[in-house]
């Protein structure tokens, strides 16, 4: 499968962004997915993974309650709905598939290239 993220920019801290990956070339909802993020200087780390039907999601405790992951497998399309977005959100991030039922933190075997997110103080 391939992928390609989406929606990144420039936002003030507090502000809120969406980030698309668009998926190709298989089945979209055989595939559990993943965002992940690297800040400038620091390692790629998990951010929030969904089920390939939607119905689970995981987030990384940093993004609990402002960061929500959703998917609409018609439009073989997941979503990062990022909200109330701080300077430490600052990233290059990247959506990630897995052939599995279930998200998880670990294991992805395809991914997007980066979008960039650079939140302002």
């Known amino acids: 499968v391939q992928l390609q993220a989406s929606g990144g920019g420039l936002v003030q801290a507090g502000g809120s962004v969406r980030l698309s990956c668009a998926a190709s070339?298989?089945?979209?909802?055989?595939?559990?997915m993943g965002w992940f993020r690297q800040p400038p200087g620091k390692e790629r780390e998990f951010v929030a993974g969904?089920?390939?039907?939607?119905?689970?999601?995981y987030y990384a405790d940093s993004v609990k309650g402002r960061f929500t992951v959703s998917r609409d497998n018609a439009k073989n399309t997941g979503y990062l709905q990022m909200s109330s977005l701080k300077p430490e959100d600052t990233a290059v991030y990247y959506c990630?598939?897995?052939?599995?039922?279930?998200?998880?933190?670990?294991?992805?075997?395809?991914w997007g290239q980066g979008t960039q997110v650079t939140v302002s103080s």
């Open positions: 990630a598939a897995k052939n599995a039922p279930r998200t998880s933190a670990v294991n992805y075997d395809y």
């Open positions: 070339g298989r089945t979209f909802s055989n595939y559990a």
């Open positions: 969904i089920s390939w039907s939607g119905a689970g999601t």
